[in-house]
């Protein structure tokens, strides 16, 4: 039986699509009976209720690196060289795998096991002075993808264009680059058939009005939650149409401040409302009620959102912007 190491370094509450397409990967394997699975994760909320999926451990990777170790990693990664020291860790570890897919980490280099890894985009290229791409994350992003690349089996990305632009800003060799297309999460398959009691239960803490346009993403600029307010202010004021929408994301990016003294500005916090973090059911709840779904983010090649609003058969508007129109349809 094969044995597959799963890292997963994202956060539920400040991670972004990562979290759900690892919760994919993850699901998904553990469905093969040929496969066995151990997840390293550092935040325990990841592992929730998937602690029942068959073949599949759980290991919480303890953050007790030492600056040793750190400026290791930090020198391996730097000169494309494997430093001795870097081993396996059999105590916080386990077995060895056979092969590590990871997002965007490089443990497979620095303990010599073969991995695959999914690079998510490399928008940081075209809009360098966004707040979320300092100066710092353009250099360490550059870095840390130049190196998957060069040492992984092989690279994932969600498609044509990610590839297209992989090869383009890094003269990647095409044949290590493989586009598979993102799909919705596993909640949003668990829960999609959730009577309308159900939902409406899940969703009473909230207090929401009866019809609004839900648009869930982290407050990162590229987001775009700045126009999408303009929009809704400008037809609510030159049109005379008073769109209630409902935000969700993790209120401690520092893009949030912004939108929410825009809304103040506009004088729309009866019509603007933001949930912050909710869990997976709540979010499929957002979804059966909302009478649609937004999504103007600007930056990104495709979205998991979009594809769990037309699993569950929500009509979606969204930016035509990189691959978004391939993901949809024209």
């Known amino acids: 039986m094969t044995e597959i190491g799963i890292s997963n370094s994202t956060r539920m509450l400040d991670s972004g699509g990562g979290v759900h397409y690892l919760k994919s990967v993850i ?14 994760f550092e935040d325990p909320m990841l592992k929730e209720d998937r602690s029942t999926l068959p073949r599949t451990e759980w290991r ?15 020198l391996s990664a730097l000169l494309g060289y494997h430093i001795p020291s870097l081993r396996w860790d059999d105590n916080n570890y386990g077995t060895k795998p056979d092969i590590i897919i990871s997002q965007e980490s490089l443990i497979g280099f620095y303990t010599k096991v073969p991995f695959i890894s999914f690079i998510g985009d490399v928008m940081y290229k075209y809009f360098p002075t966004l707040d979320e791409y300092t100066l710092k994350t353009r250099l360490l992003r550059d870095l840390t993808i130049r190196r998957l690349i060069a040492k992984s089996v092989f690279t994932v990305v969600d498609s044509e264009q990610s590839k297209e632009d992989l090869v383009r800003f ?7 680059v493989i586009p598979i297309p993102l799909c919705a999460p596993p909640h949003i398959y668990k ?26 993403a982290q ?5 775009n939650h700045l126009r999408l307010i303009e929009a809704l202010y400008l037809l609510r004021n030159e049109k005379n149409e008073t769109i209630p929408a409902v935000l969700v994301g993790s209120k401690s990016w520092r893009n ?32 059966k009620k909302a009478r649609a779904l937004v999504y103007p983010s600007f930056a990104d090649y495709t979205n998991i959102p979009v594809l769990e609003a037309m699993v569950l058969g929500v009509p979606v508007v969204c930016s035509n912007s990189f691959s978004m129109t391939d993901q949809v349809g024209k």
Not at 170 to 176: I, L
Not at 261 to 287: H, P, S
């Open 256 to 287: 949030y401040p912004d939108v929410m003294n825009l809304i103040t500005k506009y004088a729309m916090t009866d019509q603007v409302r933001c949930l912050g973090y909710v869990d997976d059911r709540e979010i499929v709840a957002l979804y």
């Open 191 to 216: 829960y999609r058939n959730m009577s309308e009691d159900e939902t409406n239960e899940s969703l009473v803490k909230y207090d929401l009005p009866s019809e609004f346009v839900l648009y869930p």
């Open 219 to 223: 407050f990162w600029e590229h987001k």
């Open 27 to 40: 699901d998904g394997l553990s469905q093969a009976s040929d496969y066995q699975i151990t997840v390293y």
């Open 170 to 176: 890094f003269k990647v060799d095409p044949d290590k």
């Open 60 to 74: 919480l990777i303890p953050d007790n690196r030492t600056p040793i170790q750190t400026i290791a990693r930090g």
